[in-house]
């Protein structure tokens, strides 16, 4: 059986500073809007992060933040999309047989 290490060198530590300090803030927000009331404080708490969290890694701004990252199961990394980048388009497909027609010319219209 074989044991996987957590590689730390591949964690991008200005992203979790940065929902760490979210978490932080929104854990304030809600003890101080909840009147000491602790449970109530962590559900505004968490409803606040979770705006955040979307907020921060989903609306398209193009100012350069640190977003997530998706992971495959494979281990792949792939950027996040954003609504400013449109994916790109499939390259055509040549028609079956190999070759391409050569476009056809309209009739010359002297008659």
């Known amino acids: 059986m074989s044991i996987d290490h957590f590689d730390l060198s591949s964690v991008n530590w ?9 978490a932080f803030v929104t854990a304030l927000l809600g003890s101080l809007i909840a009147f000491k009331n602790r449970f109530i404080g962590a559900i505004i708490a968490a409803i606040l992060f979770g705006i955040g969290f979307v907020a921060w890694n989903y609306y398209p701004h193009n ?24 994916p790109a388009p499939a390259p055509a497909a040549p028609p079956p047989g190999g070759t391409m027609a050569p476009p056809s010319t309209p009739p010359s219209g002297s008659q």
């Open 14 to 22: 200005v992203f979790v500073g940065l929902m760490t300090a979210l």
């Open 63 to 86: 100012f350069g933040l640190p977003v997530l990252k998706t992971t495959a199961l494979d281990g792949t990394v792939t950027p996040p999309t954003t609504a400013a980048e449109p």
